[in-house]
């Protein structure tokens, strides 16, 4: 099984501040990799396919960047809305989450 | 565009089955998509449990496989889980999602359904 590693655990933020959230792979994954969002209640929205690749309706203040076994995410100006747990999944070998960045704003 | 809603029973006793349904509407589920099962325990990272295509491929967790079957009921536009030998760790919210060919990114999901697993 591939761990995937997500740091911080929590980022506080403040609006308008940008936000980088780091996700490590186990192992190398290419450019296999996944970032959803996820608010309370609610199902996780895919965010980026491919590491960089945006989902339909993402804003373009998000990216994604990375490759091998080193991907972040970043919000370039964050909104109120962005607030939320988000994870990282592989899709390299079967599919395996990390355990979530929780952003607090 | 597809949309999802899973159905079930939200109590199962230890060592019974987990059976759960997932009703696609707004398309048709003989598309060309995987339709997958991803599940999230308490206060964790989702985790995946397997999918399954039009034709009734399927691809399991390995760490799931000998509990799961995962099967596709094209006339009633609707997918099934079943989990067996069930204990509290599988305690969750099940959800059940669909992704495309072009990559493994799920981008439709349903709203969930929670299995408490106990006596």
């Known amino acids: 099984e591939i761990v995937m590693t997500q740091s911080p655990a929590t980022l506080s933020v403040s609006p308008g501040e940008r936000a980088t959230l780091s996700c490590r792979a186990g192992q190398s994954i290419s450019y296999s990799l996944a970032w959803y969002q996820q608010k309370p209640g609610q199902a996780p929205r895919l965010l980026f396919y491919?590491?960089?690749n945006r989902a339909s309706g993402v804003p373009a203040r998000f990216s994604g960047s990375g490759s091998g076994s080193e991907f972040t995410l970043t919000i370039s100006s964050l909104k109120s809305e962005d607030f939320g747990t988000y994870y990282c999944q592989q899709y390299s070998i079967w599919r395996t989450f990390g355990q979530g960045t929780k952003v607090e704003i | 565009q597809v949309q999802l809603l899973e159905s079930g029973p939200g109590l199962v006793k230890p060592s019974e089955t987990l059976s759960l349904t997932c009703t696609v509407s707004?398309?048709?589920?003989?598309?060309?998509?995987?339709w997958n099962w991803v599940r999230q325990a308490p206060g964790e990272g989702p985790e995946w449990i397997g999918e399954i295509n039009r034709s009734g491929s399927t691809n399991y967790n390995p760490s799931l496989r000998s509990r799961v079957n995962i099967s596709i009921d094209k006339a009633k536009n609707q997918f099934s889980l079943r989990l067996t030998s069930v204990t509290a760790a599988d305690t969750a919210v099940y959800y059940c999602a669909s992704r495309g060919l072009e990559h493994f990114g799920m981008d439709v999901w349903g709203q969930g359904t929670t299995v408490t697993v106990s006596s």
């Open positions: 491919g590491a960089s």
């Open positions: 707004a398309d048709s589920i003989n598309s060309n998509y995987w």
